[in-house]
Structure formats: C-alpha cells, structure tokens
Nanobody, 121 residues
Framework: QVQLVESGGGLVQAGGSLRLSCAASGVIFSINAMGWYRQAPGKRRELVATSTSGGKANYADSVKGRFTISRDNAKNTVYLQMNSLKPEDTAVYYC???????????????WGPGTQVTVSS
C-alpha cells in the first residue's frame, strides 16, 4: 500500500512564505515524476509544479519565479517552497507521484489527501 502525506500548509499573510513537503511511503519500486497541484473553491484542480526523477522542473505561469519544487529521492519526498504568496494562491494543495511498487510494476499515479494553504490580504 502506498501513501502520500503532505505537510506544511497553513495561514500566512500576503508576501509571506510556506514550504510544503510530501513523503511517499510503502513498498515502492521506483518513482518517476512527482508534483504539486492545487484546487481553489469552485475551481478545477490545476498544475502548480512537477519534477522528473532527474530534477527537471516545470511550473505553471502563475507561480514561476515565486515557487520552487525540489526532491529528495533518497527520502521519496518532494517539496514546494512558496515565496511572495498572494491571496489567489489560496487553495488545497495536493502532491502526486507516478510510481511503481514491488507488487505492481506498472507506473500508476498516487495522490495525497491535500493540505490547506490560506493567504490573507
């Protein structure tokens, strides 16, 4: 059984920073891409940032220059450093991982339960 657990969300004032973490646990064979998505009330879930296993990053235009995704492959963990936060960044942030397990070698996408980020003006 694979679990992804996010941490680091909370309430912050506009202009502030937060760092999200997401650790994958279970009998994991390998992890390919890991990433972060977010969903604001009444809106669709949208891509925030992704990272390949080699560390190549991709960002949504709305967060470029403010957010940084990074990984610790030894810990099966992905991070999202969020700086210069804006009220429009308020959302539930979800991490995901494309991975295979010892039992199931096919690469499947797993999601965490999400963590709330609220940016006050």
């Amino acid at each position: 059984q694979v679990q992804l657990v996010e941490s680091g969300g909370g309430l912050v004032q506009a202009g502030g920073s937060l760092r999200l973490s997401c650790a994958a646990s279970g009998v994991i064979f390998s992890i390919n891409a890991m990433g972060w998505y977010r969903q604001a009330p009444g809106k669709r879930r949208e891509l925030v940032a992704t990272s390949t296993s080699g560390g190549k990053a991709n960002y949504a235009d709305s967060v470029k220059g403010r957010f940084t995704i990074s990984r610790d492959n030894a810990k099966n963990t992905v991070y999202l450093q969020m700086n210069s936060l804006k009220p429009e960044d308020t959302a539930v942030y979800y991490c995901n991982a494309d991975l295979s397990t010892i039992a199931i070698r096919a690469v499947l996408r797993y999601w965490g339960p999400g963590t709330q980020v609220t940016v006050s003006s």
